[in-house]
């Protein structure tokens, strides 16, 4: 397989934009993805488009066909993928694999989501697709009320508290307030995550991700063409992919997320590092028990350790290893089928130098994670400078 | 790029099945397809699965998931791609990039389409979403009467008659009675076509595809490895897509597909093979007016004489190049997304011999082509025994 770089990257402002569609979000991140490369469409020759549900949410199906056509690069292969909220990791890993195998030269991976629009299901029912509709969400559960039964595990089994998990939110806030594409732009505090109103105890309305619009791209080259055409290509060192039971009571574990493990585990054997050698990661901080899941189960931090980590500001800019530096779904807003891509257009920005104001000096080696539904997939990525 | 084979293949009988699920059909066509490649569960590394609208349909996103969950193969990479009416070609797409590539070495691919369930928005709002809803849809279109302009043009131009038309279902149900697995188990007449019920003339009820629940499945392995495990594996000689405008409105013509034109063209050229070579193909007759338009696109005949070859026999199952030998879309039934595994299935039973009843002798090179929406996504592949 050959060797695969990242040649531009470009996102909407993501946050309510209710006078923007689906469309016009795709454009806006195309536009500026391939500005950023300096590339002409008709120089790519494939795309991959992660979105959830345009269905149910804005009638319209078909969304990588709606893609090649609005950005004008038809008859390019243009295919949509959905994996829930990691849709957008999802697409990546697809052009990774197309470029990788030799089939394309030049790919465009896109997410976008438009969360709520013309009369349709509150997006609340639409979310609930991403678990187990017949044992989950159809007997009354909501994607909340299932990571708080995360959450009371994990407080329950390693005395995590409410505190804890609010810093999470008040790092993710800090972090977005110094990021101009995020939806939250002010900076909050632990009294302000505790004082908000309960949605499904322990968490609260700040501990959960918030809806949002939003579209990002980025475009994929082999290594070696990479090198011709760009200044600074950031190499996919890992890109790999894992799955679990829709329903949480399948497993053998509330604490931890096995897709997260198996998929991180891979992508640490494929780029040759250890935990110890990322400079940074985005995670899927979808509530804030999620981001204290997910940095134990990569393995920052040993499991149960997150939360006390997270408090003491070891995932903080200038913390141990940065989480979150663009703020997170938490702060930057959750886009769902964006998300994966918005994580890994942060590290590509941090690898090159470019993230004014959140800059980790340095930053050599990053790394991005995305989770669908409650866990039932997991897609990670590897970035090199 | 590695050769990549089919080693084996099922699928649950199409048709109204209101006593089973999704999960049911998904495991039955699974079942059968691990039992035909002589596999068991544990050897699968990756798995793809192609399905238009479970969101808006029956609640369920993350179907790519589910397939995994259910069918017992956690926790490995499973993702699901939808192209509308092409969602399960394009999984057969990705599963071959996948082991093309080197990445995996047992690749199950997956179509499944639930198409009335729980209540929910009915199956032809939902099927919209397979054109452009904003241009086509909103304002008042329905796929019927998208085929309809296509269909009044063709006969325009090229004094087309519904009689001709009429052929292409009569010869389809003719084929579907000769297969256990269609929807359609008896033979019709012209008769039967031109005085059933208009649906948006000059297409009437037996032009269209009907609603159909339903499930097909293959297994990919590298040829070469596919030869050590299994007595007949069919090579995937070809895999292609091409995109076009989800308007036809758009388009410079409403007589032919474009999409169909470049990913067919390209599929001859990797395949080494040339019209004239295909001893069957099954194509995407979602109206009888696509299939005289697939078999003119793809270069069977000439445009503008396909409707005349269908009315004199050259497509029948003893004629020049037989067309949807299963029955097609219109005999065989629509489930959409399980569509495109549909047809590679019916070409590999016909390279192995095992089409009873609608054989087509000495097959030794075979051809599927699925369309999403009106043209804006086709998927071609050819297969060598």
């Known amino acids: 397989m050959r060797k695969v770089a990242i040649v531009g990257v470009g996102m909407s402002k993501f946050g309510e934009e209710w006078g923007r569609g689906f469309r016009d979000l795709i454009i806006d991140a195309g536009r500026r993805t391939l500005e950023d490369a300096n590339l002409q469409g008709k120089e790519i020759d494939g795309m991959f488009c992660g979105t959830m549900a345009p269905g149910p949410l804005i009638g319209q199906e078909h969304a990588g066909a709606l893609l ?11 295919t949509r993928v959905e994996a829930a ?57 909501t994607f909340p009320s299932i990571y708080a039964f995360l959450a009371k595990r994990h407080m ?16 993710n806030h800090y972090n977005a307030a110094r990021n101009k594409y ?20 322990p968490l609260k309305v700040f501990d959960c991700s918030p809806v949002t619009y939003g579209a990002a791209a980025a475009i994929l080259m082999p290594l070696d063409k990479a090198k011709k055409v760009c200044e600074q290509p950031i190499e996919i060192a890992a890109s790999t992919q894992a799955s679990d039971t829709l329903a949480v009571h399948d497993r053998k574990s509330l604490t931890e997320l096995n897709a997260t493990k198996v998929a991180s585990k891979k992508a640490f054997e494929q780029a040759g590092v250890s935990p110890k050698d990322i400079d940074l990661a985005e995670v899927h901080d979808c509530f804030t028990i999620a981001e204290i899941l997910a940095i134990e189960d990569i393995g920052f931090f040993e499991k149960g350790k997150g939360a006390k ?25 959750h886009p769902v089928g964006a998300t994966g891509i918005k994580q ?8 090159r130098g470019q993230a004014n104001g959140r800059q980790i000096k340095d930053a050599k080696v990053a790394m991005s994670h995305n989770v669908g539904g409650s866990g039932a997939t997991c897609v990670t990525h590897i970035f090199k400078n």
Chains 1, 2 share one sequence.
């Not at 995020?182 to 105890?201: P, R, Y």
């Not at 980590?309 to 807003?333: H, Y």
């Not at 890994?344 to 690898?351: I, M, N």
């Open 85 to 141: 909220c990691a849709s957008g990791g999802v697409a990546l890993r697809q052009g990774y694999l197309a470029v990788a195998s030799g089939e394309h030269d030049c790919v465009v991976v896109g997410g976008v989501e438009k969360m709520t629009d013309v009369s349709g299901p509150d997006v609340i029912s639409v979310l609930g697709g991403a678990g187990d509709q017949e044992w989950e969400l159809f007997p009354g559960a």
């Open 68 to 78: 090649a056509d609005w950005m004008g690069l038809n008859p390019i292969a243009s």
């Open 182 to 201: 995020a939806q939250f732009q002010k900076e909050i505090t632990i009294d302000t995550v505790l004082n908000s109103k309960v949605v499904s105890s």
């Open 344 to 351: 890994a257009v942060e590290c590509v920005w941090q690898l």
């Open 309 to 333: 980590a997270t408090e003491d500001g070891l995932t903080a800019l200038d913390g141990q290893i940065p989480i979150n530096t663009s703020g997170g779904l938490k702060g930057c807003g």
């Open 156 to 171: 329950h089994e390693f005395g995590t508290t409410e505190e804890q998990m609010a810093a999470v939110a008040v790092k």
